[in-house]
């Protein structure tokens, strides 16, 4: 973790622990619970050396050039914290989580909101409700996780458009933000519908469940979602009154249906939402982790040709963790989830052999290191691993994601982000000297701990 320039102590450790010996792929064994631990530290580690949100000067969560993937980044720290039980990094992901909320507490910042999509808002509101499941606590001050994710709800809901194809969300905010304005997009609405139907979860308030319907209803009303043959279009033109949804495929879309889906059947108990979740989930099985990639998930459409950018590298780390949960809130789906999730999790640490510092790579399928390196494929590839650790949770109490009557005790407001039309109007301050010396104190403990431990490998006892 960088705090206070420590870059250069961590580089020096790392050098110690791997002095005279090539570094190749993250060793791991899929049933074995340290294994699996160890894999998800070291690419959590390396995922967080690119996170300067901590550091004095800092605004925490934030990548100036790319906001929502601060979520992402959050959201792989709750996975990993809530699977593994390290809670190293819950200080720094409490803080950064709650200082992204913006002054109405709706992840509308004055500094990002004059250009987000609908998209990048709800990832942030995921991000806070994972935190309330996950029963990280509330914070003594400022905006809960409960009215975070309450409040993002609140907001999308206003910009529910009836002008365009009856309904839906669009996928800019702002007309401004030119062409994408006028595109209705799967992942917008389909993460309403998550975010709508995990509240419905959460509260058991059932206008959250009519909402999450009413969008259901409406995604598969036009050629976005097609439940018959259970396949997802990225998007549909809204200036062409929503008549034909492109060819586009990815995962995360899959995913992020599937996974509205699972939280209101297990909710509900409705053998539709059942319906929903095997459909989707067998499409998404079979276009994405294929037997010829021995059923290593693959988003397709950018990996072969090493196209992807920033944002496509997510969608899979995204997709294994909503499967994760899938397979807690429905057990009869556990065991053909696991095995998947246990063979993408083999590719990937195959694939975390770059740098001779176990960089993880993009393309997991092909089992080796491809030459691509990032935050985003540390992301995906911590998610990978974390979520390996729900053979261990499952039928524990800590297991599938808690409500309000099972565990669950963030508070909330139900009006929360109801006045907020524009944004907040504060800007985010940077973080100060002050805020961040508990943690640098923290991070010097632990860098004598890793020294030590370097120089007891090396001479032994």
Known sequence: MQINGSRSIWTAVLYILTLGRQVLAIELDVTDKDSIKNAANVATYAMM?????????????????KWWEGSALLMALLNYWHFTGDDYYNDELSVALQWQGG??????????????????????????????????????????????????????KARWDTTMCDGGLRWQIWAYEGSGYYLMNAVSNGGFFQLAARLYRYTNNTDYYDWAKKSWDWSTSVPLVNNKTWTIADSTDGQGGCANGDAVQWTYNYGIYMGGCAYLYAQTQDAYWLKCVNGLMDTLFSSFFTAKNDYIIEDWECEPTAQCNDNEILFKGLV???????????????????????STAAGAAKSCSGNNNNTCGVAWYKQEWDGLQGMEAQISASNAFSVLMLKWLNGTDNAAPVTSTTGGNSTGDTNAGEDDNKGSSTNASPITTGDRAGAGILTAVFICGIVGMAVFMLLGP
């Open 103 to 156: 002054d109405q507490g709706d992840y509308m910042p004055s500094n990002y909101s004059s250009f987000l999509g609908n998209d990048d808002q709800m990832f942030w509101g995921l991000a806070a409700l994972t935190a309330a499941e996950y029963k990280l606590p509330d914070r003594s001050t400022g905006f809960s996780w409960l009215h975070l994710a309450q409040g993002t709800f609140n907001t999308q």
């Open 49 to 65: 050396t690119y996170y300067t949100g901590n550091e004095t000067g800092g605004i925490p969560g934030a990548f100036p050039t």
């Open 320 to 342: 294994v963790s909503w499967l994760a949960n899938t397979a807690l809130l429905i057990p009869s789906l556990y065991d053909e989830i696991l095995a998947k999730l246990q």
